[in-house]
T-cell receptor
Framework: KAGVTQTPRYLIKTRGQQVTLSCSPISGHRSVSWYQQTPGQGLQFLFEYFSETQRNKGNFPGRFSGRQFSNSRSEMNVSTLELGDSALYLC????????????FGEGSRLTVL | AQSVAQPEDQVNVAEGNPLTVKCTYSVSGNPYLFWYVQYPNRGLQFLLKYITGDNLVKGSYGFEAEFNKSQTSFHLKKPSALVSDSALYFCAVRDMNSNYQLIWGAGTKLIIKP
């Protein structure tokens, strides 16, 4: 069974640009969550989706948005990029919502110059 | 407020010795507790979980964790460390009586020396 796939794996953007990251969950998984990982802040929760509905949202500004499609694939978007948005963005999927047994992708490493 | 604390940024253990990575938590209701491991440049991998029942839970790669309700702790343990256990370990808790959000610890870097 294929794991969680995140694309792109690496990307470089400049301040003010916007970026869209994609996540394909494990087949059959309906819950997708997103995390930002930085050396200084650790793992920060962004969003959690289940069956196309946002179930939980972390404390991030409105520049961070996400969505989930009917096939459970998810995207997150960051607009008006800031230097501080440089991070590893991790996507995780699970069979059901509100479970802690998550399956993570390898992440999308965003560098903002 | 809900929180998870991993008091040690780094733990150093000699190969073959037992290891413990500490985790304490604070939630308003019943906790679901988890341990994850992250190898360099990789995503996180699930190790084990405590939901209910036996306080000692066993997980992947020979790891186990002990749930202690009175001390609100969920320490990760392994009887004999391997060099390949060197990685970043995260403790997480989900408060099933609150907003169900998964709260993560800051992570502990485990270094196993040959």
């Amino acid at each position: 069974k294929a794991g969680v796939t995140q694309t792109p794996r690496y990307l470089i953007k400049t301040r003010g640009q916007q970026v869209t990251l994609s996540c394909s969950p494990i087949s059959g998984h309906r819950s997708v969550s997103w995390y930002q990982q930085t050396p200084g802040q650790g793992l920060q929760f962004l969003f959690e989706y289940f069956s196309e509905t946002q179930r939980n949202k972390g404390n991030f500004p409105g520049r961070f948005s996400g969505r989930q499609f009917s096939n459970s694939r998810s995207e997150m978007n960051v607009s008006t990029l800031e230097l501080g948005d440089s991070a590893l963005y991790l996507c995780a999927s699970s069979l059901i919502e509100f479970t802690g047994e998550l399956f993570f992708g390898e992440g999308s490493r965003l560098t903002v110059l | 407020a809900q929180s998870v604390a991993q008091p040690e940024d780094q733990v150093n253990v000699a190969e073959g010795n037992p290891l413990t990575v500490k985790c304490t938590y604070s939630v308003s209701g019943n906790p679901y507790l988890f341990w994850y491991v992250q190898y360099p440049n990789r995503g996180l991998q699930f190790l084990l979980k405590y939901i209910t029942g036996d306080n000692l839970v066993k997980g992947s790669y020979g790891f186990e964790a002990e749930f202690n309700k009175s001390q609100t702790s969920f320490h990760l343990k392994k009887p004999s460390a391997l060099v390949s256990d060197s990685a970043l370990y995260f403790c997480a808790v989900r408060d099933m009586n609150s907003n169900y959000q998964l709260i993560w610890g800051a992570g502990t870097k485990l270094i196993i020396k040959p």
